[in-house]
């Protein structure tokens, strides 16, 4: 996607976002489903859901990218989900990003059209698993291009890999590895990520993975990792080039800091422990326009209290 095309997707997600949030609230349908249980253990497999507690919204014509990501779901069903059946599994992973939350807020609180993204950010991590790191990669490498092969138009697909060389993230608190940067028809398809996060029990929603068929963070979690992108983007000296390329004021790309604020926005209406009230209200109290008429020095400080959230 082009960064034209990005802001002008931004900017229509932001027109959504204007919109009241009074129709924002979880059905009384569904179920909660957080995972409070440190012990890996907890996460063993899930029974089927009851019929009674999925909604059935009418069908529509998919769009032709999102048929290749549920492809590409079941394809790697084993490699998403094997960490809920398995102590210690070969992988673990997780979906992060928008279309992670986007799934949060679809299948956790029916809440529809919030969140638009045309892309896929999914983090594989040898935490307390079985496969080191150098077989986790060889894995996931032939895993990705035997997906391609099935496709019917294998030649659209790309992939570019960076190697990291095991970059500690200190914010986050772990390793990023390798990233292979899937394209198709030269537009943004999925970024595999490979690090050594510590994805756990406590970060997963099971109900809205098992019923999404992603690994699904929960509230929590989502919102931390937005609350950390702002943080990175908005104050300076924590990472230069977080700050440089993503400010939603002066970042070469300040679309992709604008959205992480209102997608913040969006998780504030469903994140209810008591611990996010100062922090949402924060985000919430915040537009673009008064970002763009603080003094720098008053900008620069403005998010900088969420660190004391974020920090692991």
Partial sequence: MSIDDMCEAVLQEMKVLSTPYSNISESPNIIRADISDSKDTSIMATPPLPRSTITIRPKKNKHPKTILFDRFKEFFHKELFDQFQYERPRMRAVISGGYGIKQLLENKYEVYNKVRTSDIDITFSTYKSTLALD??????????????????????????????????????????????????????????????????????????????????????????????????????????????????????????????????????????????????KIIKDITLQKLKNMPENKRDTYFSEVKKIISP
């Fill in 135 to 280: 077989n986790l990669y060889r894995h996931l490498s032939a895993k990705i291009q035997a997906f391609i092969n099935t496709t019917t138009n294998p030649e659209d697909f790309k992939i570019k890999v960076i190697n990291f060389g095991h970059a500690y993230v200190p914010l986050m608190d772990f390793h990023r590895d390798y990233v292979f940067m899937i394209t198709y028809k030269d537009q943004d398809f999925i970024d595999v990520a490979i690090t050594n996060q510590r994805i756990s029990s406590r970060m997963l929603d099971r109900f809205a993975s098992f019923k999404s068929g992603w690994p699904v963070k929960n509230t929590d979690y989502y919102l931390k990792e937005m609350l950390s992108l702002i943080y990175m983007e908005t104050v300076p000296g924590v990472n230069d080039y977080c700050y440089a390329k993503r400010n939603p004021v002066t970042g070469e790309y300040s679309c992709k800091g604008v959205k992480d604020i209102y997608r913040s926005k969006v998780l504030c209406t469903v994140a209810k422990r008591k611990k996010y009230e100062g922090y949402c």
